[in-house]
């Protein structure tokens, strides 16, 4: 129970960062006080995998950071993931008992509930005991005062004080307000000096306007599709839904977005070039829409064959004709009039720069003590359990350095 204080380290934010780094600097022997204004530890861990967690990807390590992590300085992860790589954390949930299994693309999910992942690493906070540690939990307390004074870092909350030579940001980002998210952490870094790279929603929906209204109507209707944005492609799901454009395709090209650019989806990835003209021999009497029919759902074929301008059998259709329709099937282009905003982004892109901080601990350069973790930083991952590796890996970087 938290009260009134010394401690080595204050970490804000009872998340997956703030955890594993409290975790971390407990088991070093540091007495460590964690807060959190929600009712409890690891809010957005529990929702997260649709209940199961999926807690981290075999492909998150240092070699894979500059692609398929987001941040104004690309190198900055691979220090981080290069020391706490996934591996790590499987052994960490093998101790534990946890089954897991892996899904598509290297997704690691537990078995059973996302709850045994929040329980593990409460379990290992209270292991700091072993260790000459302590790891103090402050829920339902939100801070009213920050603030360094004669080398300490003097936080106010439920009426309660305490003081410490370190503090960490782990309080993540905006993403999912109803989960009690704001952009606490970087109104507590501009107090401190520190830069924010524009925040903005990240891994989220695409909603649709103008013309494209028209795939609103097939809500509900998924194919597997390529997705492009600029020169950036994923090959997964796209789900059509009441309002846009939503599924792993299309989450993982939303953190590269930006308003007012298009995207291209290609609606048949594994066909060929010709395929169409080539269709025309095989079946003359065939049509756009039959042949879309075979390979998409129908609703979605027909949608797609009026767009193009069905008319007739394909014998009647020209080479140079069926050649058009297959470039535009192959990169149709859609203009989403924006996202659904962090209310249903998974994570939130931007975020306290890296410039601010050492790659190795997390540290601020210029505020000593001053430690910035997970989501808080400018440092975003693709979907499917990267940006929890970023959250353990950047945690264990600060908590080592506590």
Not at 65 to 81: C, D, G, I, V
Not at 141 to 166: C, Q, T
Request: proline share 4%; glycine share 12%.
């Amino acid at each position: 129970m938290a009260k009134s204080g010394n401690y080595d380290a204050i970490i804000l934010g009872a998340g997956g960062a703030g955890l594993m780094c409290a975790l971390t600097a407990g088991q070093q022997g540091r007495h460590v006080l964690v807060i959190d204004h929600a009712s409890g530890p690891g809010k957005k861990i529990l929702i997260s995998g649709g209940g199961r967690c999926n807690f981290t990807n075999v492909n998150a390590t240092s070699a894979n950071a500059q692609e398929r992590y987001l941040s104004a300085n690309p190198h900055f992860a691979k220090s981080a993931l290069g020391r706490f790589a996934p591996s790590d954390y499987i052994e960490m949930v093998q101790a534990h008992g946890i089954a897991y299994h892996e899904k598509t693309l290297g997704q690691l999910f537990c078995d059973g509930s996302a709850r045994q992942i929040v329980e593990m690493l409460m379990a290992e906070c209270d292991r700091s005991a072993q260790f000459g540690g302590r790891v103090d939990f402050a829920f339902h307390a939100p801070v009213s005062d920050v603030r360094r004074a004669d080398g300490l870092y003097h936080i106010v909350y439920n009426g309660l004080k305490a003081s410490a030579p370190a503090l960490v940001i782990a309080t993540g980002g905006p993403s999912i307000p109803k989960m009690g998210a704001t952009g606490f952490a970087y109104d507590l870094a501009r107090q401190f000096g520190l830069k924010i790279v524009e925040p903005r929603p990240a891994l989220v929906p695409f909603t649709l306007g103008g013309d494209d209204v028209l795939f609103r109507e097939l809500s509900g209707v998924s194919a597997d599709v390529d997705a492009r944005c600029g020169k950036v492609h994923f090959r997964e799901a796209a789900l059509l839904t009441h309002k846009g454009l939503s599924g792993p395709a299309i989450l993982q090209i939303s953190s590269y977005w930006r308003h007012g650019q298009p995207i291209g989806i290609n609606f048949l990835p594994d066909r060929k070039s010709g395929w169409l003209r080539e269709l025309k021999r095989e079946k003359p009497r065939g049509t756009i829409r039959s042949a879309l029919s075979a390979a998409l759902s129908a609703r979605l074929a027909e949608i797609l064959a009026d767009r193009i301008g069905e008319g007739g059998n394909l014998a009647d259709w020209s080479d140079k004709r069926l050649e058009e329709a297959e470039r535009l099937l192959s990169d149709w282009p859609f203009v989403p009039n924006g996202t659904e905003g962090y209310a249903k982004a998974e994570v939130t892109a931007g975020g306290i720069s890296t410039d601010g901080l050492s790659q190795k601990s997390m540290e601020a350069r210029t505020v000593p003590g001053l430690f910035c973790i997970g989501e808080a930083v400018d440092v975003t991952g693709w979907l499917g359990g990267y940006n929890f590796q970023w959250a353990w890996a950047s945690g264990v970087a600060a908590g080592s350095s506590l």
